[in-house]
Structure formats: structure tokens, C-alpha cells
């Protein structure tokens, strides 16, 4: 297997507190990393440490198979990104602003800056300087920045703040397309549930400065599973019920309350119909599905937003 990244026990403390604690994160090459982390949790400070912007207080870094130190910077050629908020010269336009970086990365290809103006969809307002430009324009301004030199690999900071449902969709085709087309490695932070989900290869959360989980996105798929939801006035009985008379024997009892049995081919009727005899009240019966979005919020607490 052949890592982008590697890291191992990554802390940085400020002020005497771990804002990053023995984070050891890996990115494969040529996926979509997806890290997933509310606000504060410590994403833009690893990614930082991992463009050399700011220096670990511990652990260790390898970026493409090679221990990061204090004065590598020659491999921040091979790299695309975007942290935090997009800055640019201001009065230069959008095109110009796209012409001096691929100068300071030494990329000389004018047909570049078109096809990346186009793939954000900023091709009318290349003439524009970015000071007249709305948040949303500004993040797509500064992802076509990060990409325009088809790097082997982009890093990219909440990339879709700021930008409408199109915007959204757009960017999302675009990242998938750097990634099959092109084989670039993407490493993607967000809040948003419904954006890591739909794109990513393998997802991380990150939880106040610690790693709560690495897993590729099949796996997780695969814990997602459909369940018979029991609520009745005598779960204890209604158990017992369950076990010895239906034979049913993959279900739990969730707080005490109802019962989730794991094994949604028994009939409802037969179930109400065994618990009705021995006179067992059922409140409701149902079938649900747990959702990676159950998933998150269990683990780390993240917002219910644009799924
Ligand atoms: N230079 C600094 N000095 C002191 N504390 C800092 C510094 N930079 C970041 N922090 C703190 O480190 C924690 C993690 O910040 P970070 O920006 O990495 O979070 P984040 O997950 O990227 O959040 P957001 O989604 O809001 O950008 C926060 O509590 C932040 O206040």
C-alpha cells in the first residue's frame, strides 16, 4: 500500500492544552480522504502541519514516503491547497491572481488557467478582481488555485462553505473528476455529513484534537443496517417472549425502552400477534434504518445539516 500520508502521534499544544493529540492518520494514494470534524476540533491545525505552516509540538509526519522536517519545502510543489479563508491579491483580477501562482510553482501553461477558471465556473468574471467577489466565488477562485497545477495531491479546507446547492454539486462532480481522471489524492475537511458521504474513499472524524475514526466508507456502509423497532409497555417480558417463543434471537434492548431486533424478515403480524396473546401492550412496532448520519452524530456530536 502506498501512503500520501502518514502520521504518527501528530500532537500540537497551545497554551499548555492539546488542540491536536496523538492523531495517526493515513491517506492513501489516490483516494478521497474525507475528514469529518465540528468546529474547533482540530482539522485546520493538522492540515497545516502537514503543509509545513506551523511545526508539531510532537509525533511525526511522512509526506510521500518521506519524514517531514523543518526545512522540507520542495515537496509542497507536488501539493494543491486550500486553508481556511481564501486570501488573494486584490487588485489583481481572478485571471492574473491564477497566472502569478502557477509562476511561483514554476507551471508555465496558460491553457491551464482557463480550464481551471472553467472547471469552477468563473470563465465570465476572469477579468474581475477578487475584493468584488462573494464568498461563494472566492472559495471556487481559490479551489481552481489549489488544482490548476494537477497536483498529485490537494488539501482542501471546507471547500464548500459559502457556496449555493449548485455550487455545491458542481464542486462535488469536480472533485470526483480530479480524483478519477487525473488520479489526484484529495484530502477534503468538513462539517457536513451529507458532503464527506457522497465523495469519500475513506472518512475520519476527529473529536477535541483526537482521532475517534479511520474507516473506509464500505465498511461504515455495511453497519448500516435495517432493524424491527419494539416499543411495548413490557420490553423484559416481551423479550422473553421474543426469544423463546418466535426463536428470534439478534435483537437488543436500547435504553431500557424498546427493542431493536436485527432481522427484519419476521413478519410484524406474527410479533404482534405472539405479544397480544400474552397480553403485552405494543406502543408501536416499525422498521427503521441506522444512516451514516446516525452514525456520526452518535460518535462525535455533528450537525444534521445539508445531506
Ligand atoms: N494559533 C493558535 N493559538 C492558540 N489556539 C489555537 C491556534 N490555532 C488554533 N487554535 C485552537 O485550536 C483548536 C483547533 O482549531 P482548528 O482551527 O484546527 O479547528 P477546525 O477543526 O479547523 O475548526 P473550524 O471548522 O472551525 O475551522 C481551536 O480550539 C482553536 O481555537
Not at 161 to 176: A, H, T, Y
Request: contains cysteine; proline residues 3%.
Amino acid at each position: 500500500m502506498s501512503y500520501i500520508v502518514q502520521t504518527r502521534n501528530l500532537t500540537k499544544t497551545y497554551n499548555g492544552q492539546d488542540v491536536v493529540s496523538n492523531v495517526s492518520m493515513n491517506i492513501k494514494k489516490g483516494e478521497i480522504y474525507g475528514f469529518l470534524g465540528s468546529n474547533g476540533a482540530g482539522k485546520s491545525t493538522i492540515m497545516k502541519m502537514l503543509l509545513n505552516l506551523i511545526k508539531p509540538s510532537h509525533g511525526e509526519i511522512e509526506m510521500f514516503g518521506e519524514p517531514l522536517k523543518e526545512h522540507s519545502f520542495t515537496y509542497l510543489k507536488r501539493i494543491g491547497s486550500m486553508i481556511e479563508y481564501p486570501i488573494f491579491y486584490e487588485k489583481m483580477t481572478a485571471w492574473e491572481n491564477l497566472e502569478l501562482h502557477c509562476a511561483y510553482m514554476g507551471y508555465h501553461n496558460k491553457q491551464a488557467i482557463s480550464d481551471a477558471l472553467e472547471s469552477v465556473g468563473l470563465t465570465h468574471v476572469s477579468h474581475k478582481f477578487p475584493q468584488d467577489f462573494s464568498l461563494g466565488m472566492r472559495q471556487r477562485l481559490c479551489v481552481a488555485r489549489a488544482i490548476i497545477t494537477k497536483p498529485e495531491f490537494v488539501i482542501l479546507d471546507e471547500p464548500i462553505n459559502g457556496l449555493d446547492p449548485e455550487g455545491i454539486q458542481s464542486m462535488r462532480r469536480l472533485f470526483k473528476k480530479l480524483n478519477k481522471e487525473y488520479g489526484i489524492t484529495l484530502f477534503i475537511s468538513s462539517h457536513i455529513i451529507g458532503e464527506i458521504e457522497q465523495i469519500a474513499d475513506t472518512i475520519s472524524m476527529i473529536k477535541q484534537g483526537k482521532l475517534i475514526e479511520e474507516t473506509s466508507m464500505d465498511s461504515l456502509k455495511e453497519q448500516n443496517t435495517e432493524y424491527i423497532e419494539l416499543v411495548t409497555n413490557d420490553p423484559k417480558k416481551a423479550s422473553v417472549l421474543l426469544h423463546d417463543q418466535l426463536n428470534i434471537t439478534n435483537f437488543k434492548l436500547v435504553e431500557g425502552q424498546a427493542i431493536r431486533i436485527f432481522s427484519t424478515d419476521v413478519p410484524h403480524a406474527s410479533i404482534t400477534k405472539a405479544l397480544i396473546l400474552r397480553d403485552i401492550d405494543i406502543h408501536s412496532i416499525n422498521t427503521k434504518q441506522t444512516t451514516l448520519e446516525d452514525y456520526f452524530i452518535r460518535k462525535i456530536g455533528l450537525n444534521k445539516i445539508d445531506k
